[in-house]
């Protein structure tokens, strides 16, 4: 079964601050997504990687992805109040080669509060 | 272009109704895609359609609940006799084959009294 693990669940930061949340995932995939929540809304997509090395920046947000160690980082630069948000990974069993279906299995989610 | 649709944004039921909700995917995506968020968790996944097949149907978490997709496109999740362990909000995502990103829709908050 595949588990997904993301750290810290909990970051409060200053703004102008720099940080990173890991997301380590249990078995082998090559496709992971970064999704942002605010308060009672739905996912809102932020990057999808989809090979070993992938970097993918948008803004302050950067996500990169290891498959060989099974971590995905998404660092944040600079952290503004507009951040403010929970940031989950998901990770797609879907392997084309071996019929595996494709399902996403989050983690637990980061919530993330910039202080001013 | 529209994305991913749901109906109602909102429902409150008491225990032990049926209800339904409703699902249209982005137009063209063949993959449709359940998932349940509780209060305080990550999205887990229900039920996976391509086309009109469920191809995994593993997270349905027991026989109450049941979906359909009958002309590849629109889906509709069913809960029979609802429990007050049923509220969440359930999502409904698609992507346009299985494997590519899915995009979800605002999801349906179910509550049940």
């Known amino acids: 079964e595949l588990k997904v693990e993301q750290n810290p669940l909990f970051l409060s930061m200053q703004e102008g601050k720099n940080y990173t949340i890991y997301c380590n995932y249990s078995t082998t995939s090559d496709r992971l997504y970064w999704y942002r929540q605010d308060p009672g809304k739905s996912l809102e997509s932020l990057f999808v990687l989809l090979s070993n090395g992938a970097v993918k920046q948008e803004g302050r947000l950067m996500a990169s992805l290891d498959t060989k160690a099974r971590l995905s980082t998404l660092h944040i630069t600079a952290a503004v109040h507009d951040l403010s948000a929970t940031y989950f990974c998901?990770?797609?069993?879907?392997?084309?080669?071996?019929?595996?279906?494709?399902?996403?299995?989050f983690g637990t989610g980061t919530r993330l509060q910039v202080t001013l | 272009g529209a994305g991913v649709s749901q109906t109602p944004s909102n429902k409150v039921t008491e225990k032990g109704k049926y209800v339904e909700l409703r699902c249209d995917p982005i137009s063209g995506h063949t993959a449709l895609y359940w998932y349940r968020q509780s209060l305080g968790q990550g999205p887990e996944f229900l039920i996976y359609?391509?086309?009109?097949?469920?191809?995994?149907d593993s997270g349905l978490p027991n026989d109450r609940f049941f979906a359909v997709r009958p002309e590849g496109s629109v889906s509709t999740l069913k809960i029979q006799r609802t429990e007050r362990g049923d509220s969440a909000v359930y999502l409904c995502?698609?992507?346009?084959?299985?494997?590519?990103?899915?995009?979800f829709g605002p999801g349906t908050r179910l509550t049940v009294t």
């Open positions: 359609f391509q086309g009109t097949g469920a191809a995994d």
């Open positions: 995502a698609s992507s346009l084959f299985e494997g590519y990103e899915q995009y």
């Open positions: 998901a990770v797609d069993r879907y392997l084309y080669n071996t019929g595996t279906a494709s399902k996403l299995t």
